[in-house]
């Protein structure tokens, strides 16, 4: 699915959306690594490992986070509206990248989804009261 032209641009943040998912659905941990060093004087070495590297440096070069995060700090650094807003965004255009992607016997089953998806947010939006 990666080399279809239009999901292509896409799918390193597809990627990185579906490594969060899955790290949070089987209840893997978030791993940071903390270095010390030999010198008294010197700093710690302290940064994300596995999944939660990948989101953060994703997350860095989208400009969703404006700065690096400190592990010790934040480690729940994904749990921002920014990152959910852009997940959602990219999970949305990729069902639509991927049925435009489609013969087009498939491509209108998928567009008619996407329609029914779309009145229901709509509507869903427009009974909820407002905040």
Known sequence: ???????APNWAGIDVLFGLRNMLAHGNPIKVIV??????ESLWLVEYKGVCKKVHDYLLAEN???SPVDPLA????FLI???????W???????VDIGESLPESMAAVVRQAVYR?????SCDRSSSPQR
């Open 1 to 7: 699915m990666s080399k279809l032209s239009k999901i």
């Open 35 to 40: 270095n010390f060093p030999g010198e008294m």
């Open 64 to 66: 969703i986070l404006t």
């Open 74 to 77: 934040n480690e729940w650094f």
């Open 81 to 87: 509206d920014g990152a959910a807003d852009h997940f």
């Open 89 to 95: 965004d990219l999970a949305y255009r990729a069902v």
């Open 117 to 121: 998806h779309d009145q229901l947010i």
